[in-house]
């Protein structure tokens, strides 16, 4: 039995040096990512008033700010920020985007975006139906880590036969980056 012992302690001594030379004082171990395509907006004004201003039914205008963040990819690489009235005008009277009361009533904006997004070309008309551009990106395409900054400028139709009253209607921005 103390044989067995010893050998069993003499076999533990022999293996202990090995399993520390296992260890060094310096190691090192190679690091990979793939970047891929992003993209993040941010509506920075939560509530935009609509005020009409100048002369008598000059029509309602107003301003929303956006920032946004885009990455997209190298070769083939696009992006775009699009906007959709996701809720018309509520209140019966009033304006709306899905049937206004009188032709050629209609909400329409202007884009104003910081490079490397190019805005819209001219006026565009808000839909209920289908989003709408408000921004493109090309292959490429990388903002400031801070943001970059983008606009929309509305333009309600001030109809007279409009009810008075308070109107709302919500429009959802999209961001996307390939």
Do not use: H
Request: proline share 4%; hydrophobic share 35%.
């Amino acid at each position: 039995m103390k044989r067995q012992y010893l050998l069993a302690l003499a076999a533990a001594l022999i293996a202990a040096p090995a399993s520390y030379a296992q260890f060094a004082a310096t190691g090192t171990t190679n690091l990979s990512v793939t970047v891929g395509p992003e993209a993040g907006l941010q509506v920075t004004t939560s509530t935009t008033t609509l005020t009409a201003a100048g002369t008598v039914f000059n029509p309602y205008g107003g301003t929303t700010n956006l920032s946004y963040k885009i990455r997209t990819t190298q070769s083939t690489g696009s992006g775009t920020v699009t906007l959709k009235v996701t809720s018309d005008f509520s209140g019966a009277g009033g304006p709306s985007v899905t049937t206004p009361p009188s032709v050629g009533d209609a909400l329409t904006y202007t884009c104003t975006v910081a490079a490397p997004g190019t805005g819209c070309s001219g006026s565009q008309t808000a839909s209920v139906s289908a989003a709408t551009s408000v921004a493109t990106f090309g292959a490429g395409a990388s903002s400031s880590n801070g943001g970059n900054a983008a606009s929309t400028t509305w333009s309600l139709t001030n109809d007279p036969v409009y009810k008075t009253g308070s109107y709302s209607a919500t429009v959802t921005y999209t961001i996307s980056a390939a």
